[in-house]
C-alpha cells in the first residue's frame, strides 16, 4: 500500500516562492506517474502538474511558467518548486497518482498567499 506525506506549505507574500515535498511508501514508486493537486476552499480538487516515470511533466495553465514539478525516484519523493505566487494559489496541496484512479489521500499541506 502506498501512502504520501506532503509538506512545505506555509504562508507566503504574493511574488514568493515555496517547494513542497511528497514522500511516498511503497516499493513502486518509480514506475509511478504522480502529480500534484490542488483544493482551494469550496472548490473541487484539481490537478496543478503531473510527472511520468520518465519525467515528462505537464501543467495546469494556470501555473506554467511558474511551477516546476521533479521527482527522486531514490528518494521516493516528488517536488513541486512554486514561484511568483500569486493568492489565487492559495490552496491545500496534495501529491497522487497522475491519471484518473487515486490511492489514499494524504492530508495535504497548505499554501497561504498573502500580504
Known amino acids: 500500500q502506498v501512502e504520501f506525506v506532503e509538506s512545505g506549505g506555509g504562508l507566503v507574500q504574493p511574488g514568493g516562492s515555496l517547494r513542497l515535498s511528497c514522500v511516498a511508501s511503497?516499493?513502486?514508486?518509480?514506475?509511478?506517474?504522480m502529480a500534484w493537486y490542488r483544493q482551494a476552499p469550496g472548490e473541487q480538487r484539481k490537478l496543478v502538474a503531473g510527472?511520468?516515470?520518465?519525467?515528462?511533466?505537464n501543467y495546469a495553465d494556470s501555473v506554467k511558467g511558474r511551477f516546476t514539478i521533479s521527482r527522486d525516484n531514490v528518494k521516493k519523493t516528488v517536488y513541486l518548486q512554486m514561484n511568483s505566487l500569486k493568492p489565487e494559489d492559495t490552496a491545500v496541496y496534495y501529491c497522487?497518482?497522475?491519471?484518473?484512479?487515486?490511492?489514499?489521500w494524504g492530508q495535504g499541506t497548505q499554501v497561504t498567499v498573502s500580504s
Open positions: 497522487n497518482l497522475g491519471g484518473t484512479v487515486f490511492l489514499s
Open positions: 511503497g516499493s513502486a514508486f518509480s514506475i509511478l506517474r
Open positions: 510527472i511520468s516515470s520518465g519525467g515528462i511533466t
